[in-house]
């Protein structure tokens, strides 16, 4: 993926730590993007603001991504991600438009994906949180012979990343749109991935906020169920708090198993692209720590 570095990396949603979200659904307009309604009679203030969920709820590109793809059909629940709906260019709208319909999907949670009929038979590796999608592309065009599925929640990196893939002629990446845990737990077989991904994921460095991270007991028992044995999760982070609960929360889990001989980090391997923004975080001092575990 291709992401800022921290403290506000963009995986899955690269908005700023602080902001308590709780119950924001993916996709959804910032609360700020709700009308002033101060001294307007009650039932103006209510059409304004049935007016503006409407709107949160609309897609911004005819067949483009939906706003709110689970919709209510799923519960709320603290997210690991903030979502957030910043400026879109032409040429990732001309994207989005042209390219969602055949690469793009919602993630609804409405029904099962054949992973391999989508990837047309292809090893699938699902990789949360693609930033602008950079990386993803160069990855995908580096291994023609593995499927992408992308997750993100942000709209102008999904309309970047199809742009990419169309440019260079990369037709092994897919793009979902919306909530991984509801992709992962509603959406996957059993023993449907080749490998998961998750690179540069949001801190959530103030204390109150580390329930939020998503590499947590449960999101492990859930990945390991979906994972095929021997596929491998694969993180990446330069927040050196989160790398250590990575590394205990995946070495206390009894369905992964330490790539690295010596139990702790392993070396950035070959396959993962430097970024630009890694590596001005490494001019920064920024220390990032990769963690390969296999699914038992």
Request: hydrophobic share 40%.
């Amino acid at each position: 993926m291709s992401e800022p570095m921290n403290p506000s990396p963009a995986t899955p949603g690269d908005a700023a730590p602080e902001a308590d979200q709780s119950d924001a659904a993916p996709g959804a307009e910032r609360s700020d993007a709700a009308p002033a309604t101060a001294g307007i009679p009650d039932d103006l203030r209510a059409a304004a603001l049935d007016r503006a969920r409407r709107l949160r709820q609309e897609p911004r590109f005819p067949g483009g991504p939906a706003a709110d793809p689970a919709g209510s059909h799923h519960e709320r629940r603290i997210r690991s991600f903030q979502p957030r709906r910043s400026r879109v260019t032409p040429g990732q709208q001309d994207a989005l438009e042209r390219l969602w319909p055949k690469w793009g999907l919602d993630i609804d949670g409405l029904r099962v994906l054949d992973l391999p009929e989508l990837f047309d038979g292809l090893p699938v590796v699902l990789e949360i949180g693609f930033g602008m999608g950079e990386a993803t592309a160069q990855m995908a065009a580096d291994d023609p012979g593995t499927g992408i599925l992308a997750v993100d929640v942000h709209t102008p990196g999904q309309g970047n990343l199809l742009g990419l893939a169309d440019r260079n002629g990369v037709s092994n990446i897919r793009v979902a749109n919306g909530d991984a845990i509801i992709l992962l737990r509603e959406m996957l077989e059993p023993d449907s991935l080749d490998g998961l991904r998750v690179y540069f994921p949001d801190p959530w460095p103030k204390s109150r906020h580390h329930k939020r991270r998503l590499i947590q007991p449960e999101f492990l028992d859930l990945a390991a169920q979906r994972l095929k044995p021997g596929a491998v999760l694969h993180c990446a982070t330069d927040w050196e708090p989160y790398a250590e609960q990575m590394l205990e929360v995946l070495t206390a889990h009894p369905r992964f198993e330490n790539t690295a001989a010596d139990g702790g980090y392993a070396p950035r391997p070959a396959f993962r692209p430097l970024t630009r923004f890694e590596g001005q975080g490494l001019d920064k001092g920024h220390v990032v720590h990769d963690l390969l575990f296999a699914r038992h």
